[in-house]
């Protein structure tokens, strides 16, 4: 299973809506490659929009790291915002830890590139 890291968190709601349509998307094309995804922001966000739960990296870390520790590969979905994410440089910090594949997708889901 890839665990799909994406940016989320941000002042603006619609640029939070934004990130979750394009992680959802990217989602979408890869299990129709044939690949199974994880995506933190695609389970999660309408649950925390629903219940008005925090939509902040503090209150989901624990939660994140349990379903990361799961995977089989971690893959940033590049986006505006996964350079300066703090979530997604924690999990990628504990991905490395753990020894993970690492690599990235683009928005589209199409390319997975792994580093050297």
Known sequence: MIYLASPYSHPDPLIMR?????????????????????SPIVHCHELAQKFALPTDFAFWKLYNFDMLRRADAFV?????GWDES???????ETAKALGMTCGFVTEEGEEISWPE
């Open 18 to 38: 934004t990130r979750f349509l394009l992680a959802e998307q990217c989602c979408a094309r890869l299990l129709q490659s044939g690949q199974f995804v994880y």
């Open 76 to 80: 940033v979905l590049r986006i505006s």
């Open 86 to 92: 703090t979530g997604v440089r924690a999990e990628y």
